[in-house]
């Protein structure tokens, strides 16, 4: 196997209430249909931080105010390697909204049954029940 480098791409669990917000990947993207955790490539020059307060703002119109970085997960997908960086977001300013005319909602950690979310996310998932946020 032909070493790849990986393509660096943030990801926020923006919580509210006890709850994680989600996204649908929008139609005609790769891995469309599936739900994930907002976010997405960071630019040539950018730091994470910078990556994830544009994302966000891009897809969800949503300014991360307190976050902090959580973990990394690195993502051999047939096509492409992805280093995730995923932060918790604390606090945001503005109200959610389908930036990209993707379907969003707040989930419970232990009632996602339902959701198709990337097949990496339900690690993650599984990371976030074991982490106490109290």
Do not use: H
């Not at 998932?125 to 106490?132: A, F, G, M, T, V």
Request: charge should be negative.
């Amino acid at each position: 196997m032909v070493a790849r480098n990986p393509v660096s791409v943030v990801a926020g669990i923006v919580w509210k209430n006890g709850l994680f917000l989600s996204a649908e990947r929008p139609k005609g993207k790769d891995y469309e249909n599936f739900w994930e955790f907002p976010g997405g490539k960071v630019e040539k020059g950018e730091s994470l931080s910078e990556a994830l307060v544009r994302e966000l703002q891009e897809e969800l119109g949503i300014t991360p105010l307190k976050f902090d970085f959580w973990m990394e997960k690195i993502v051999d997908y047939p096509e492409y390697t992805v280093k995730l960086s995923f932060f918790d977001i604390w606090e945001f300013s503005g109200d959610v909204t389908s930036m990209e005319n993707q379907l969003f909602d707040w989930f419970d950690l232990n009632n996602v049954v339902d959701v198709k979310f990337l097949p990496v996310n339900y690690e993650i998932l599984e990371l976030l029940k074991e982490r106490d946020l109290g």
